[in-house]
């Protein structure tokens, strides 16, 4: 199994580094985050061990069910799952760094509140609903900028990009414009330089999708399945959390 996984990072790391040829940019400009809904402990071990230290969960059940046995084995967690505003405290107990589906201002005040009391910071994407789908969360693309302006005053929130998930379709270029209206979002982001804001980094495209996000700026690429093998329900499944 660990020979599995190994391998199939290795499948990965060649395909985001195709990408990033064909689309005129560095690799190093391109983070694999590993999505880890549904992966055991032991298999996020190995990835690990292997090199890639960025992972991500869904739930935060999942989060805690696996926090001892990795607790110990230096890696970097962010949160990439709907997050409900009674789970903040469990979210900063268990060492997340960084909150990628950021998509409402209640949640937002409920991090700030928290990390007050705490007297800590913690970064956080914007997630931003591009293919439209009721089933998904993140602010609608036109209320982008001006949710980004409330939540950069909270000064314990440090904003440092986006996140979408895109279309579920195997039209490349209707998954394509999801991905380039986040692009398009940052842009607009960037060139209002708010203060508290980075909009260095855009989280979008998973397994299936990454060649496409990676041509249309993607800096964070999520990929779960391609490295740990298919799970019981497709992608669909475990976002449409709605």
């Known amino acids: 199994m660990t020979s599995d996984i190994v391998s199939n990072l290795k499948i990965i790391e060649n395909r985001i580094n195709q990408a ?9 400009e391109v983070k694999l985050l590993l999505a880890t809904k549904t992966v055991s402990a032991k298999k996020i071990q190995q990835a690990i061990a292997a090199g890639y230290l960025l992972i991500a969960e869904n739930k935060v059940q999942e ?3 696996k926090y001892e046995k990795l607790k110990d084995t230096p890696h970097i967690n962010h949160f990439i799952g709907h997050l409900q505003t009674n789970k903040v405290k469990e979210i900063l107990k268990y060492d997340v760094t960084c909150v990628e589906s950021l998509d409402r201002l209640k949640l937002a005040e409920k991090l700030q509140k928290r990390l007050e009391f705490e007297d800590k910071t913690i970064d956080v994407f914007i997630q931003v609903n591009t293919s439209g789908e009721k089933s998904k969360f993140g602010v609608y693309p036109d209320k982008a900028i001006e949710f980004t302006q409330q939540v950069a005053h909270l000064d314990r929130l440090k904003i440092k990009g986006l996140m979408t998930i895109g279309l579920f379709s195997a039209e490349a270029e209707r998954v394509r414009k999801c991905f380039q209206l986040l692009k398009n979002i940052q842009t607009k982001i960037q ?3 708010i203060p508290n804001v980075e909009m260095n980094e855009l989280s979008m495209g998973m397994s299936n999708d990454l060649e496409i996000a990676i041509e249309e700026g993607a800096t964070i690429v999520r990929v779960g399945t391609a490295i740990f093998g298919e799970r019981k329900y497709p992608d669909s499944y475990y976002w449409n959390e709605g």
Not at 20 to 28: E, G, L, M
């Open 20 to 28: 990033c040829i064909q689309s005129n940019r560095n690799p190093d």
């Open 63 to 65: 989060l805690k069910n």
């Open 191 to 193: 060139s209002l330089s």
